[in-house]
Structures are given as C-alpha cells and as structure tokens.
C-alpha cells in the first residue's frame, strides 16, 4: 500500500528580516502627544488614571441635564432648528448628488451619448454641448521603494492570516463532517433494519423531508389511521428514536374482569411486552400494540353504546355487560403497568379467569375479522353514489360474546334443570332420560370454501346460537325435544325457547311455540313431566290380566290432571284421591279420602292425609320406596 500524501494546509512562516521602523512609531506618538518634550511619565500615568475613573455615561447625563434645565419654548426653537438643519443638509446632499450625476453623464456622452443623455439634467444640455468633457489615463507619479516595500508586507501578512483562519475553517469541517457522516451512517443502518423486519417505511405527508415508518392497520377507522404513522427522528449522535405523537407513552390493554354475585371472581392477564422496549423495533411494537388496544376499546364502547336496550350500561373508561341475574362482565382501558388504584375492587377468587382471557382474546379476534372485512369491501367494486352520506356500520365485538355467554348460561341452567327433575325421578325408581346437545348449530355449518378458514371460523361464530335437548318422559311413548336459540345481531333478540312433545295419552296438549323466559320454560317441562307421571301411575293401576280379582283393587284415573290429582275407584265402594306435586327441589304424592264412589262427586279437600311420600335429588340413595311401590301401597283396601 502506498504512503499517504500529506498536503500542508497553514502556510509556511517567514520571519521577518526586523521590526517595524522607528520612524512609524515617532510618527504615531506626534500625531497622538505632539513633541516628544510634552510627553513625560507622570502626565502618562494621569491619562491612564482618569480613563479608569471616567463614567462611560457622563457625557450623556449631563446632555440629560441640560436637556431637562431648557423650557418648551426654548426646545420647541431648538427642534425647529434642528429640523431645518436637517432640511437643508439633505438638500445640499440632493444638490451635490445631482452635480456628481451630470458630471459623469457629461464625461460619458463622450462615448456613449444616447445613454449619457437620459441621466443629464436640462440645464446642462443647454448650457454644455454632448462631447465637450474628456478624460485620459495619466500615469501616475512612480512611489518610493519604502512604500512599495511596506505594501508588499502588509499584503504578505493579510495573506498569511487569510490562509490560517481558511486552514483552521476546513480542519472544523472535516471534523464535523467526519462526525456527521457517522451519524449518518448509523441512522441509515438502523432505518435499513427497521424496514428489513417488514415495517412499512415512507415519507412523512405534510414533512416532506423526514422519513416515518407505518405501524398500524390500514383497515381501521380514519381516527386512528392517522395516527399510525410516526417519524423515524435522529439524534446527534446518529441514533434513531421514534416520535410516536399522539400514540400514550405507556403502554395500555383492555382488562376483562368477571363479576359474579357481588364479588370479583376473574380477571384477564394484561399481555407483557416479550421484546425489549429499549431497541427500536421494541417501541414500534409498543405502539401498535397500545394504539390496537385503544382503537379496540372505541370501537367497544361505540358498540356498547347502542345496545343500552339489552342492559349493557358505559360509564367514562367502564363497559358493563350483564350475563345473567348474578353475573355481569366488565371492560377498561388500562395501563399495563398500573399497579391497583386504591377505590378499585379486590379480586376475591380466581374462579373465572379463563373465560376473562377467552373473552379478551375473542375481542382481538373479532376485531381483526373487521379488519379483513373492511379489506373485503374496500376491493370490492364501490356502490352507487347517493347525496346521503352512508353511515358506518359498529364492529360486532360484544353482541357475539354476548350472546355465546347469554346462551351458554341459559343451556348450563336448563341443563342442570333437567339433572335435578332426571335425579329426583330415578330417586322414584322411574325411568327417563335426556341428552344435551350443547351449541349443535355450531357443528351442522359447512365452512364456505371461498374464504380464508380463519375467516371462515370466526364467521360461524357470529351466527345465531342453538343448543338442543332431547328425552323420554316416563313412558316410553312420551318423549320431548327442547331447541334453544340465542341472537342478539338481527330479530328476534335474546334466547328464545322452542318446545315440542309427543304425549299419546294428552295430544291435545301442546306447549307455546316460543317460550322467552327459562324459568317458564323450565314450568312448562316440568308440567308435561308431571302428566306423564299420571299417565304412568294410570296405566300401572290397570290389572294385568282381565280374570284378576279386582274387587278390593283400586283402580287410578285422571281426574284434573292439570293439577295432578288422581281418583281411585274400586268395585267396594272404597275412593280415593292422589295429588302429585313435582318441582326441582322433589316430587310429593299424597292421598286423600273422597266422599262416595262416583268419580265426579265433590272432593273433599280438606280432608286428612292418608299417606304421603316425597322424593328429592339428594335422597337418592336412602332406602325408601318407589313411586309405583307407593301407589301399590296406597291402592290395598
């Protein structure tokens, strides 16, 4: 490798051949001091002394006090004057001006008198012909060789001078730019990674000058569009911040608690950051992550908004979603990092924490899907143009958790409904059964093959829920079939139940055909329960063979079966009436005496109790008799 080639910068310093003549130096003390006699020591250090003590401003105060000492007549003459003076040394000015100006247009009409004559007054061009002046070039006296020496060494000195500070300004701008180009360099690697980890970066619109990277969803709404733009500042020392604007400092997230019976028995996990704030790509991902939060809670509360009719209630940074009489869930934008606000309720259990973190997650999802319908419509041909401004469809975030947390509620109880009456009847040695079909609408979709299977998945979600139960009652001909649908997008809203029967002993009777209360549907179920209990009691007090000997048998049949009462008829005369009570908590049957055999005679309801049983989900597995060994007891004379 070749050695460097060095290029002096500083001129090279001659020294001189001797000082400055005396003769100068004795010509700037007479101009100063005059003869060298009136100059001594002392009248130096008296000089030296009253330029020390001199007041600066001495001049001008005593200018003050004259100023101040004159009356206004006496100021008024003097502006006058003064003002006249001015005048006059302006004209003068004016007048000198002019003769300079017809001079020289006098000397060049000599040469150019077409353009000499615009600038001449009208005096000269009458008083003096065009041409009349001239000038030449007279060489000018030759000057001494001390003179031209002493110039000679001025000019050397001015030139060295010249070139040291020009050396001294371009070793700064080296500096300075060796330091820049460092700066530079590692802005632009550090904005070369940004864009190698995929982010998006542009111009920014209104700072043509200045890149910015692209951190949020061009799907969303134009309030928050906008604002996902942020630049890529750099500092002096060439590192690269991010100028987030109006994105929080702090990172915030949607927190979902779950309440239930009063208490705080749930709350999702706030999501912590797995990169390293303190990098760039860090502070990217902070951003979009905080600014998807906050779009995510607007888009919540606007929709929260228009389901007041259905009990959602907002207040400031709270959304409230009643689930069921004991349940209710609750949204806030929070920070990450916030540690519990003292007035803020304590979480007593962990009980539901999972259904609080599938609830939050299953916003995120619903809203991505929002955002790939929007992408779906936006490359779609546009609509026609109409003067009416088309309004912005609300995100369905919280109608589906709605109704998947409503519908699940209603199927859990009714489900557990049917456990308690299927525990009490096997209790009474009866036999029934049920099977729960929970979100069977689910299952019976066919995915459509010309979406993405991600979309596909989310969009079977916001149908309508329907769970389904179906059974026998206690005979084999009775048999039941429950539907349970819930929908909180399009009407009918709300779960809504849809009950079908087959009673071959009752067909007349059928439930309503759309049942919007659980507890009257649970009534209605429990009602036909209880007529194919009669009829099953009915149909066991018949003998089994026709030469049995039924004189001292009664014989039961439906007298109101609405009210589950049963009369005993017997060729003895002996009569009797049983009443059968069943609800969730048991089934009772008591018996009773009735005046005279005929089964349409009045009974008599206060009268004593015979006998009486009751079964209950919990007595299961004591020793006590069946139903049909009751009624076997109860029918001996």
């Not at 040469?111 to 060489?139: C, D, Y």
């Not at 979603?321 to 209710?328: D, F, G, N, W, Y």
């Not at 003067?387 to 109608?399: A, C, V």
């Not at 299977?453 to 084999?476: D, I, Q, R, Y």
Request: hydrophobic share 35%.
């Amino acid at each position: 490798m070749s050695e460097s080639f060095n290029l002096p910068l500083r001129p090279l310093i001659e020294k001189r051949d001797r000082p400055d003549s005396l003769p100068v130096d004795i010509a700037q003390i007479n101009s100063q001091w005059g003869a060298f006699r009136d100059v001594n020591e002392t009248a130096l250090r008296e000089k030296i002394e009253a330029d020390k003590n001199k007041d600066p401003w001495s001049d001008e105060d005593d200018a003050d006090k004259a100023a101040d000492d004159l009356d206004t007549t006496e100021r008024k003459d003097q502006l006058i004057k003064r003002r006249a003076e001015i005048t006059n040394f302006a004209m003068q000015a004016h007048m000198e001006t002019m003769f300079a100006l017809d001079f020289v247009s006098l000397l060049l009409s000599k040469h150019t008198p077409r353009q000499a004559e615009t600038s001449m007054s009208q005096f000269l061009k009458q008083v003096a012909p065009l041409g009349s002046l001239n000038s030449e070039v007279v060489e000018p006296p030759p000057k001494p060789d001390s003179v031209l020496k002493d110039t000679k060494t001025v000019a050397r000195g001015w030139r060295m001078q010249n070139f040291n500070s020009a050396a001294n300004k371009l070793l700064d701008c080296s500096s300075r730019l060796d330091s820049e180009v460092a700066s530079e360099t590692k802005y632009w690697n550090e904005v070369l990674a940004v864009k190698a980890k995929g982010w998006k970066v542009c111009r920014l619109p209104r700072e043509r000058q200045a890149l910015g990277v692209q951190y949020g969803f061009m799907e969303s709404t134009p309030i928050f569009r906008d604002r996902a733009l942020a630049a890529l500042r750099r500092l002096d020392d060439g590192s690269l911040i991010l100028d987030k604007g109006l994105v929080p400092s702090k990172a915030k997230a949607v927190r979902v608690r779950v309440r239930s019976h009063g208490k705080l028995t749930g709350c999702s996990k706030l999501p912590k950051p797995a990169f390293n704030e303190d990098t760039i790509e860090g502070r990217i991902l902070q951003a979009r992550d905080t600014l998807y939060e906050e779009e995510l809670f607007h888009e919540l509360f606007r929709e929260a908004r228009i389901l007041g009719g259905q009990g959602v209630t907002t207040r400031r940074n709270l959304i409230q979603i009643p689930v069921s009489e004991e349940q209710e869930v609750l949204l806030d934008l929070v920070d990450t990092d916030q540690e519990p606000l003292p007035d803020e309720e304590e979480i007593s259990s962990t009980e539901h924490d999972v259904i609080a973190d599938a609830l939050g997650h299953s916003t995120r999802i619903l809203l991505s899907y929002a955002h790939r319908q929007n992408l779906r419509r936006r490359t779609q041909p546009p609509p026609p143009l109409t003067p009416k401004r088309r309004h912005t469809p609300e995100y369905s975030l919280l109608r589906p958790i709605m109704a998947y947390l409503q519908h699940n509620s209603h199927v859990r109880w009714l489900e557990s409904h049917m456990k308690d009456i299927h525990q009490i009847l096997q209790s009474a040695d009866l036999g029934s059964e049920f099977t729960a079909s929970p979100f069977s609408s689910v299952g019976r979709l066919s995915p459509d093959v010309s979406i993405p299977k991600v979309e596909s998945l989310v969009h079977t979600f916001l149908m309508p829920f329907e769970s389904t139960f179906t059974g026998k009652f206690v005979t084999a001909q009775s048999t039941f079939r429950v539907r349970i649908r819930t929908n909180v997008v399009s009407p009918p809203l709300g779960t809504h139940y849809e009950i079908s029967v087959t009673l071959p002993q009752f067909p007349e009777v059928q439930p309503p055909s759309r049942i919007g209360i659980r507890d009257e549907a649970a009534r209605v179920l429990t009602h036909f329960t209880m007529l194919d209990l009669l009829t099953a009691i009915s149909q066991n007090s018949i003998p089994e063979s026709p030469q049995a000997d039924t004189s001292s048998h009664l014989n039961w049949q439906v007298a109101n079966p609405h009210h589950g009462e049963l009369l005993a008829l017997s060729k003895a005369g002996q009569s009797r009436k049983m009443k059968l009570s069943l609800s969730r908590e048991g089934l009772t049957a008591e018996t009773y005496s009735v005046l005279g055999g005929d089964r349409f005679k009045r009974i008599v309801d206060n009268s004593p109790t015979l006998q009486s049983q009751t079964w209950s989900s919990n007595a299961a597995s004591a020793k006590q008799p069946s139903l049909m060994e009751f009624v076997a007891d109860v029918s001996k004379p």
